[in-house]
T-cell receptor, first 112, second 115 residues
Framework: SQELEQSPQSLIVQEGKNLTINCTSS?????LYWYKQKYGEGLIFLMM?????EEKSHEKITAKLDEKKQQSSLHITASQPSHAGIYLC????????????FGKGTKLSVKP | GAGVSQSPSNKVTEKGKDVELRCDPI?????LYWYRQSLGQGLEFLIY????????KSGLPSDRFSAERTGGSVSTLTIQRTQQEDSAVYLC?????????????FGSGTRLTVV
């Protein structure tokens, strides 16, 4: 079974709308990372969350970590076409020995 | 270098041939990771290096896969007798060290197509 579940798998939103992507772990989280990937490119680091309750923002993207729920959410406010891509969460979980385990990603499309 | 460099960016090979994928990490990064991303799948961990040693090889899919790192820098992932199911994007990442809360910097990947 997948240790990191992302939802939704894909998302189409109208430009200007808000959206949320979730990442849930089946094991204890020790660190949660959000990356963005565009086709043919590598992963671009967005944010890292270390502590329960931590919240970080960069431009119009905000990520939160709920340690008790073993879950993180990524929220985009007033989405733009430049936000389109695949969002991946990666986490250090119990037993991963310092390696990041990744979810399958959420494909975001933003309609102009 | 300024970033993680991978070569080639694209590779098309015939089934049964051997391929070598190269990763040049950020200078000074002691940790290096290989992942595989297949169509519709997330990133599958393959192997990591701490310096020149690979403490964990459990992620390698089969004995056709091997990796080495020399001089604590460049790493090569070798796939012998390639199969069609090996087709994927192979991503390399480096980190200042192995351990919690060190972020990874990824390369742009090598897209391998086995025909």
């Amino acid at each position: 079974s997948q240790e990191l579940e992302q939802s939704p798998q894909s998302l189409i939103v109208q430009e200007g709308k808000n959206l949320t992507i979730n990442c849930t772990s089946s094991k204890t989280l020790y660190g949660l990372y959000w990356y963005k990937q565009k086709y043919g490119e590598g992963l671009i680091f967005l944010m890292m969350l270390q502590k329960g309750g931590e919240e970080k923002s960069h431009e119009k993207i905000t990520a939160k970590l709920d340690e008790k729920k073993q879950q993180s959410s990524l929220h985009i406010t007033a989405s733009q076409p430049s936000h389109a891509g695949i969002y991946l969460c990666g986490a250090e979980i119990g037993g991963s020995q310092g390696n990041l385990i990744f979810g399958k990603g959420t494909k975001l499309s933003v309609k102009p | 270098g300024a970033g993680v460099s991978q070569s080639p960016s694209n590779k098309v090979t015939e089934k049964g041939k051997d391929v070598e994928l190269r990763c040049d990490p950020i200078s000074g990064h002691t940790a290096l990771y290989w992942y595989r991303q297949s169509l519709g799948q997330g990133l599958e961990f393959l192997i990591y290096f701490q310096g020149n040693s690979a403490p964990d090889k459990s992620g390698l899919p089969s004995d056709r896969f091997s990796a080495e790192r020399t001089g604590g820098s460049v790493s090569t992932l070798t796939i012998q007798r390639t199969q069609q199911e090996d087709s994927a994007v192979y991503l390399c990442a480096s980190s200042p060290a192995v351990g919690r809360f060190y972020g990874y910097t990824f390369g742009s990947g090598t897209r391998l197509t086995v025909v």
